[in-house]
């Protein structure tokens, strides 16, 4: 029995479980404090379910994980976490553009609300990485570390192009099943004519560069971290 709830922690651990709880638990604390102070629930309660999608492709990875770790050598296993995790991936760190909501309002304080806010995006962006990173691994495991990180650079494109979707085209993940054909023509759209939609660009471009840069600060502090273990 020791030994099972041993190696459980040991997953847990190595899946960051234990912190990414801990951040969620604040970021809702918060949520809570602001709705004490100012006697109003519905300000930021998107930020609760932008939470909730934010936590299903850590998920779907850890779905992976868990697969692997049960199943090895299987791979076909993780055909079907993977390919959602995709789709649901860009749900992480959109969190990150609920700053265009920041304003002074009544009974908070303005720090607080940044504090609510830098929270919330702090663990979307923790989540994206950590369910990355998982599938990242998954990826070398089975096709070698330059292909791994082909993987990252395609999956942190598409999380910049589905950050633009999201917040300015109102799309979300789960209509990729319900209005396929819609989303690849505004896509294509896009496109077709860049010189008339450089914000489409500019925003898909630097917001994969934050994500990358965020990755590999994430990537460098756990190898630093290993290496000393």
Known sequence: ????????????????????????????????GRIYLSHDWQVYRHMIWNLFLAWLPYLFSFWAAGTQRLLPGRWWLLLLPAAIWLIFFP????????????????????????????TFSWTGIFLAVASLKTMQDLIKTYLGQFISWVFVAVALG??????????????NSWDLFLHPKKIFLDIAIHFADPSEHLHFFAFTFLFTAFLLVCYLTFISVKGTDETRT
């Open 1 to 32: 029995m020791y030994k099972q709830l041993s190696s459980i922690h040991r997953f847990f651990v190595s899946q960051m479980l234990y912190p990414l709880v801990l951040s969620s638990t604040l970021a809702i604390t918060l949520y809570l």
């Open 91 to 118: 749900n992480a760190p959109y969190i990150i553009t609920d700053f265009l909501h920041l304003q002074q309002r009544p009974y908070v304080p303005l720090w607080y609300d940044i504090l609510l806010l830098a």
């Open 158 to 171: 598409m999380s910049g192009l589905g950050i633009y979707l999201g917040r300015f085209e109102r799309w």
